[in-house]
């Protein structure tokens, strides 16, 4: 299968690249060693030759995927690559020779190693790839690829067939029921009927249909044909076509599944690991931070709006389910009742010293007692008044994917710019699709970054911030 060819291609590069980076590194010892003799102590270049190969052996491990980017001519990545290569295999050396303070390696050796170490990683990052894959996918090994489906389908996979030719994929040309179906840049061969004939005649020894058959009749013809002729057979996955949403694939149990999306949050350990920085947030904002800020408000609510400092709402959560928010009271308390009115940059329900509560969000601060309590994340989509939910989800069909996390005080939204009033429909959607980004892509250190730029933003907030 393709998938092999792209482990063993992998495989191969990365072998000869720790052999380039270990030829590098002797070499390198030999003339160091004739030109300036600073090796007092030689036995300690073995003891660091071997914390660099578990390095560049830990970073292939990280970077393995198997998934062709290896033949991609993207100069960029490849510098990329090569840029984390050279950094994991120095500063493993680095590191222990800052907590040793040991001096039985030329440091002048070490940064030349360096600047060397990358030069061969680029080099051999652009090269290597191409040169193994034609050498080893040659011959007997190359497959004489048949398509079989609409015309349109095969044209869409002509960038990826056009990758895969060095790792031994030759197109011989497509079967194509339609009556003016054309083969754009490959021999068009016949009707889906001429499929046996075809692979026979032609010598085919691996054939991919282009789209999910609708008939599983003429899949199963299909599929008796290749595995008695002894072909190769591929189906080309455009389910998430066919549906017009992103599809995510998982086996679980020995079954085979499709979702609609992953979610980071669903494992029980990264809910862990964020409920940990949520409580390592909350509780030092609770116990230090209030208690100052819950002073001024009173102080300036005084003067200006007597009543409650606090007041409490009803939002939506997890799974939908209602909860009480906490926050500052930033409007006076006559117009308190009109709450399902989102508040402007002029509303005159809102007092003046709270104008800025609101710009720097002080009046944010008491949802920490959510986010201690459980209903509330620190980083999460924004919650809504159940109200607004019932009106943006007649707006957006896939509002309520939301709910599949908790709310936040912040979020990625947010930090893009998306804070306070939803000024219009299109400023909503784009609030949305960075929230189900976010639910879809979660990993500790979005949260972590999340939280840094909201405390540089409060501490500096936008110009549009209300």
Not at 241 to 246: A, G, N
Not at 312 to 331: S, V
Request: hydrophobic share 45%; proline share 5%; with cysteine.
């Amino acid at each position: 299968m393709i998938t092999q060819r792209n482990h063993g291609l992998f495989s191969l590069v990365t072998t000869a690249q720790i052999g380039a980076a270990v030829a590098l590194y002797w070499g390198m010892f030999i003339v160091f060693g004739h030109a300036y003799r600073p090796f007092a102590f030689p036995e300690r270049y073995v003891f660091y030759f071997g914390l660099m190969v578990m390095g560049l052996l830990l970073e292939s491990v990280y970077r393995y995927k198997g998934d062709g980017n290896l033949l991609r001519k993207d100069v960029f990545e490849k510098h990329r690559t090569a840029m984390v290569q050279t950094l994991v295999a120095i500063v493993a050396i680095v590191v222990f020779l800052i907590a040793t303070k040991d001096r039985g390696i030329s440091r002048l050796f070490l940064f030349c190693f360096a600047v060397a170490l990358y030069g061969t990683m680029l080099a051999t990052g652009v090269l290597l790839p191409g040169w193994l894959a034609r050498r080893t996918f040659r011959g007997l090994n190359a497959e004489n690829t048949l398509l079989v489906g609409p015309a349109k389908k095969a044209w869409e996979l002509r960038e990826w067939l056009a990758r895969k030719s060095d790792l031994g994929i030759r197109t011989i040309g497509l079967l194509c029921d339609e009556p003016n179906g054309h083969g754009h840049l490959m021999p068009l061969l016949g009707r889906t009927n001429d499929f046996e004939r075809v692979v026979q005649e032609r010598n085919i020894t691996q054939a991919i249909l282009v789209e999910l058959p609708l008939s599983s009749d003429t899949l199963n013809r299909m599929t008796r044909i290749c595995e008695r002729l002894g072909v190769r057979l591929l189906i080309f996955n455009d389910l998430q076509e066919k549906i017009r949403h992103p599809i995510a694939h998982f086996e679980d149990d020995g079954l085979q599944f499709f979702g609609l999306r992953n979610e980071p949050l669903q494992n029980p350990l990264n809910r862990t690991l964020k409920r940990i920085v949520d409580v390592a947030v909350a509780l030092p904002v609770i116990v230090l931070v209030l208690p100052v800020l819950t002073i001024i408000v009173w102080l300036c609510q005084r003067l200006q709006s007597p009543g409650p400092v606090f007041y409490k709402q009803y939002r939506n959560g997890l799974q939908n389910q209602r909860f009480n928010i906490w926050k500052f009271r930033t409007m006076h308390v006559d117009d308190n009742s009109n709450v399902a009115q989102q508040a402007t940059a002029e509303d005159d329900r809102v007092y003046p010293a709270a104008r800025w509560f609101r710009k720097l969000s002080i009046d944010e601060f008491p949802q920490f007692i959510n986010v201690l309590k459980g209903d509330m994340s620190v980083v999460g989509p924004r919650p809504h008044l159940p109200e607004h939910n019932e009106q943006f989800a007649r707006l957006m069909e896939n509002y309520y994917v939301r709910k599949f996390v908790k709310p936040g005080i912040t979020g990625l939204a947010q930090v893009n710019g998306f804070r306070g009033e939803t000024r219009n429909q299109d400023a909503l959607f784009q609030r949305i699709e960075y929230d189900i980004e976010y639910l879809e892509n979660w990993s500790l250190g979005a949260d972590l970054n999340i939280i840094a730029q909201t405390a540089v933003q409060v501490v500096k907030p936008p110009r549009t911030a209300y």
